[in-house]
């Protein structure tokens, strides 16, 4: 069964700053990848996904993920913050084969410093 | 946005009541899942569906029963609702495939057992 481990609970950036929030995963073979995002009192959105080729992942907002096979990992990154980033951020992993769901990390709350 | 509905989006309820959220979509996706999320925890699979009347289990499906008859709505019952069962419950919809198993969520649905 597949695992996802974001070791970072919290983490706190002034607006401006580079950010990368930190993924690692557990599966047998390539699996699908994902980022979603979580405002307060809101559901999730998809930031950007990972399925196949180029392992550098552009998604919405100025975010980018890159898969590192190597690693077992899928960081998020943003060149600069701004104040509205502040959320709570999720990486998930989905299997190829069998059931089509989601396993979640447990989140990383992003605070961010005027 | 994708066309997700839950309802309610409150509820308040006492130990050992049968309660029944909703989910409803207009997207005519063949997935249909059923998550909560807990602090620390992320979101968990409770139970998904992939077709009408096709429900297969989560990891975390006890205490819990859905049912789908039609393509547009899944239904998630606690038979006899426990203070465990307090939680955020998110719906979630995919055309499914290998190759488009992105994962659409609705707004939640926030229960406290009392």
């Known amino acids: 069964a597949q695992s996802v481990t974001q070791p970072d609970i919290h983490i706190t950036v002034s607006e401006g700053a580079s950010l990368e929030l930190r993924c690692n995963y557990s599966?047998?073979?390539?699996?699908?990848l994902f980022w979603y995002v979580q405002s307060p009192g809101q559901g999730l959105q998809l930031l950007l996904k990972?399925?196949?080729?180029?392992?550098l992942v552009q998604g919405i907002k100025g975010f980018e993920a890159e898969f590192k096979r190597s690693q077992s990992s899928f960081n998020l990154r943003k060149p600069s913050v701004h104040w509205s980033d502040a959320a709570e951020y999720f990486c998930?992993?989905?299997?190829?084969?069998?059931?089509?769901?989601?396993?979640f990390g447990s989140g990383t709350r992003l605070q961010v410093q005027p | 946005d994708a066309g997700i509905t839950q309802s309610p989006r409150h509820k308040v309820t006492e130990t050992g009541t049968p309660v029944t959220l909703r989910c409803h979509q207009t997207?005519?996706?063949?997935?249909m899942y059923w998550y909560r999320q807990d602090p620390g925890h992320g979101l968990r699979l409770i139970h998904y569906?992939?077709?009408?009347?096709?429900?297969d289990k989560g990891e975390v499906s006890d205490g819990y029963s859905v049912s789908r008859s039609k393509t547009e709505d899944f239904l998630l019952t606690l038979e006899s609702a426990t203070s465990s069962q307090t939680s955020v419950y998110f719906c979630?919809?995919?055309?499914?495939?290998?190759?488009?198993?992105?994962?659409?969520f609705g707004p939640g649905t926030r229960l406290t057992v009392l």
């Open positions: 998930a992993v989905g299997a190829r084969e069998g059931r089509r769901a989601l396993t």
């Open positions: 569906s992939y077709g009408v009347k096709d429900t």
């Open positions: 979630a919809i995919s055309e499914g495939g290998p190759a488009t198993d992105t994962q659409y």
């Open positions: 599966y047998g073979a390539t699996p699908y």
């Open positions: 990972y399925f196949s080729g180029d392992t």
């Open positions: 997207e005519n996706h063949r997935y």
